[in-house]
């Protein structure tokens, strides 16, 4: 069993950073590989980025690439997602999600384990 809590969101300036974290119980943090999704009003849960069990692999959505970083520090169980370059499409409530593999897992229906959520807003 993990349990999964996120924090760091907020309200920011389109342009600004966040950086939002995902504390995880359970010993066997470092099995999972992890994951951050997101959900914005009305819309459907959708991928915005991926780390493998090890760290060493990342996945990206396109519209986050090259803005968006997922890190881990498997010694705190925690991962993080380093927001860059914010836009007001990037509001949404943002979920953290650990999924049983040591794989990198984009898809929503293989990860076991979700956090509450936490809601970032950036006004257009």
């Known amino acids: 069993q993990v349990q999964l809590v996120e924090s760091g969101g907020g309200l920011v300036q389109a342009g600004g950073s966040l950086r939002l974290s995902c504390a995880a119980s359970?010993?066997?943090?470092?099995?999972?590989?992890m994951g951050w999704f997101r959900q914005a009003p009305v819309k459907q849960r959708e991928f915005v980025a991926a780390?493998?069990?090890?760290?060493?692999?990342?996945y990206y959505a396109d519209s986050v690439k090259g803005r968006f970083t997922i890190s881990r520090d498997n010694a705190k169980n925690t991962v993080y997602l380093q927001m860059n370059s914010l836009k007001p499409e990037d509001t949404a409530v943002y979920y953290c999600?650990?999924?049983?593999?040591?794989?990198?897992?984009?898809?929503?229906?293989?990860?076991?384990?979700w956090g509450q959520g936490t809601q970032v807003t950036v006004p257009s």
């Open positions: 780390i493998s069990w090890s760290g060493g692999s990342t």
């Open positions: 359970g010993r066997t943090f470092s099995r999972h590989a």
């Open positions: 999600a650990a999924g049983s593999s040591a794989r990198v897992i984009t898809t929503r229906g293989e990860y076991d384990y």
